[in-house]
């Protein structure tokens, strides 16, 4: 599932070199994290988050089979967790 993540987080990203990929998996929960430049924050967000909405339903339909839960979290490079 993580490659499906970078796929589509490097279709939409300017600064591919930059960006940050975190998988961390507890029991049926599996979570990724992107850690993206500020510029490109907006663009693989998208508007009113619809970009991010629509990578999150593609994973979640992708999993539906693996009997796991996946959650996306996009953070910007720097912030605090």
């Known amino acids: 599932m993580l490659e499906l993540v ?5 279709a939409f990203a300017e600064k591919k ?3 940050e990929f975190t998988q961390e998996e507890t029991d049926d929960l ?5 850690t993206l430049n500020e510029s490109d924050m907006g663009k693989v967000i998208g508007r009113q988050g619809k970009i ?3 990578m999150r339903t593609i994973v979640k339909s992708a999993s539906a089979k693996s009997g796991k ?3 996306i979290e996009i953070k ?3 912030e605090i967790a």
Do not use: H, S
């Not at 970078?6 to 490097?10: G, L, R, S």
């Not at 599996?30 to 992107?34: F, K, L, M, R, Y």
């Open 6 to 10: 970078k796929y589509i987080v490097f």
């Open 52 to 54: 991010a909405k629509a």
């Open 76 to 78: 910007e490079k720097g």
């Open 30 to 34: 599996v979570t990724i994290t992107v």
């Open 17 to 19: 070199d930059e960006i």
């Open 69 to 71: 839960k996946y959650n």
